[in-house]
């Protein structure tokens, strides 16, 4: 299909980006081919802060997504954006009261547990506030803990809940829980606490799309 073709889709993203690999898991469950516009975050004091960067994303931030000339920015509007474009197969289930559910989980993740060890709050913390790396490491725990701990008590008891966060077939809820999990980890935070939420992580890791949008599978992995 003409709206497929690669070179129509650009995907400006850095590869440990959380927000990042959310949308490279949702292209990758919607079967969309994409072309990798690598955007370092600590290079040259930032690639997000260059003059070209910021002409396509005033906020400095990834990801943007370039489709057939538009330019998306913010990676939950992305999702929603390839949910309603390229609505086969669903990232959403069908039902209205499913498909808030469904949303609620996403923006626990994207709005309550992300933004608080997003790169940059955390140069801000060591930077101009002067913490330590030690107490940098207790803000992320602190926060990821109460996030994470709120949602694994509300999938534990959903009776909504599948082999995913919503039924056996993977959501946008989904492609936010694996990249918050892949964050935790980085922070040596002990998930053991969350069994509901590594069991589906380890499902969602069982396939390939999950798999490919890894930021160590990403061409500009360090």
């Given at each position: 299909m003409e709206e497929n073709r690669k070179d129509e889709r650009v995907l400006h993203n850095y590869f440990r980006s959380s927000s990042s690999y959310r949308v490279r898991i949702a292209l990758n469950l919607k079967g969309l081919p994409f072309e990798y516009a690598a955007v370092h975050l600590n290079r040259n004091g930032g690639e997000q802060f260059q003059t070209e960067f910021k002409t396509l994303n005033p906020q400095g931030l990834v990801p943007v997504l370039r489709d057939q000339g538009l330019n998306v920015s913010q990676s939950l509007a992305i999702l929603e954006y390839l949910e309603e474009k390229y609505p086969h197969p669903p990232l959403l289930p069908q039902a209205?009261?499913?498909?808030?559910?469904?949303?609620?989980?996403?923006l626990a993740?994207?709005?309550?547990?992300h933004p608080i060890s997003n790169l940059r709050v955390l140069k801000f913390l060591t930077g101009t506030l002067g913490l330590s790396e030690e107490s940098k490491g207790m803000w992320v725990k602190h926060w990821t803990e109460i996030g994470l701990s709120a949602l694994e008590s509300e999938l534990a008891h959903s009776t909504k809940r599948g082999r995913y966060c919503f039924g056996d077939v993977p959501t946008i809820a989904d492609c936010c829980l694996v990249p918050q999990l892949f964050n935790a980890r980085r922070f040596a935070i002990d998930l053991s606490q969350y069994p509901t939420l590594t069991t589906i992580d380890a499902a969602c890791q069982e396939l390939s799309e999950f798999q490919r949008a890894h930021p160590q599978c990403q061409p500009d992995s360090e």
């Open positions: 209205i009261e499913d498909r808030a559910y469904v949303r609620q989980l996403a993740i994207a709005c309550e547990i």
